[in-house]
Each structure stands twice: as C-alpha cells, then as structure tokens.
C-alpha cells in the first residue's frame, strides 16, 4: 500500500522559509517519480516541482529560483525547499505519485504566507 505524508507546512511571514517533507512507503517507485503540487483557495491544483530524469528539479515558472526540490533515499523522504515566500504561495502543499497507472497523494500540508 503506498502512503505518502507531508510535514512541514506553517504560518511564516513574507520572504520566509519553509521545508516541505514527503515520507514514502509501499508501492513500487522510485522517488523520481515523487513530485509537489499545491491548492490555493478556489484554485485548481497545480504542479510545482517534479525530478527530471537527470535527477535535476523542474519547476513552475511562479516558484523557479526559490523553491528547491530534492531527496534522501535512505530516508524515503522528498521535500521541497521554499524561500522567499510570497502570499500567492499560500495554499495547501501535496506530495503525489503514479504507480502502477494510479495516482496517489498525500494528505496535504497548509503553506500560509502572511504578516
């Protein structure tokens, strides 16, 4: 069965800093394949950061320089660096992955940017 469970999600001024982490189990993938998304209030959900297949982080235009995407295999963990936060970065961070044609996500974790 594959869980996926974000951390790290918190109320943080404006040009601050989080880190995001997605603990994986089961399933059958590599954390490659793991990539953020996130939902802001009466958006769609988007996608933020995804592994290339060289290992390098892909981005969306909105974040590219600030936020980071990397990982630890021995901890089964991806997170997801973010600085520079700005209020249109509030929203609710999920970690995704597809196995075996489905889609799994993770419970979510509240990003708020706010003075």
């Known amino acids: 069965q594959v869980q996926l469970v974000e951390s790290g999600g918190d109320l943080v001024q404006p040009g601050g800093s989080l880190r995001l982490s997605c603990v994986t189990s089961?399933?059958?993938?590599?954390?490659?394949?793991i990539n953020w998304h996130r939902q802001a209030p009466g958006k769609e959900r988007e996608l933020v950061a995804a592994?290339?297949?060289?290992?390098?982080?892909e981005y969306a235009s909105s974040v590219t320089g600030r936020f980071t995407i990397s990982r630890d295999d021995a901890k089964n963990t991806v997170y997801l660096q973010m600085n520079s936060l700005k209020p249109e970065d509030t929203a609710v961070y999920y970690c995704?992955?597809?196995?075996?044609?489905?889609?799994?996500w993770g419970q979510g974790t509240q990003v708020t940017v706010s003075s």
């Open positions: 995704h992955v597809k196995s075996v044609g489905r889609d799994y």
């Open positions: 592994f290339t297949k060289s290992s390098r982080g």
């Open positions: 089961g399933g059958i993938f590599g954390l490659n394949d």
